[in-house]
């Protein structure tokens, strides 16, 4: 893929979906609290968040088989942006400011 403007990393006619995007598909299953549980589902919601970890700072993979994180397209002041995280014991959704050096997966949207 290669960045343009406006659009990030995503293939054309698709993009990385803001805060508020995410927001939208969270209260669609009930909101923060519950959501996790039916987007680790694929037969509940056709998402599948695969909780395969985390690459922190470009150096250290964290939480395999356990969590995931994925990334937003909102900025979180300079040097972060907002991130939601989902793990397999808690089915909640958490929203997390992290920085921009994180390797974090993406879900694109479709236009």
């Known amino acids: 893929m290669t960045r343009l403007?406006?659009?990030?990393?995503?293939?054309?006619?698709?993009?990385?979906?803001?805060d508020n995007d995410w927001t939208v598909l969270f209260n669609f299953y009930n909101g923060n609290g519950f959501a996790g549980k039916p987007l680790q589902d694929t037969i509940i919601s056709g998402f599948r968040a695969l909780t395969g970890g985390v690459f922190y700072l470009n150096s250290t993979w964290s939480f395999a088989d356990f969590a995931v994180l994925f990334w937003t397209s909102t900025p979180w002041?300079?040097?972060?942006?907002?991130?939601?995280g989902l793990n397999i014991y808690d089915f909640?959704?958490?929203?997390?400011?992290s920085s921009r050096a994180n390797a974090f997966p993406i879900r694109c949207m479709h236009d």
């Open 92 to 97: 909640s959704v958490s929203l997390y400011p």
């Open 5 to 18: 403007q406006g659009k990030g990393y995503s293939p054309p006619g698709w993009h990385i979906p803001t």
């Open 77 to 84: 002041g300079s040097t972060k942006a907002i991130s939601h």
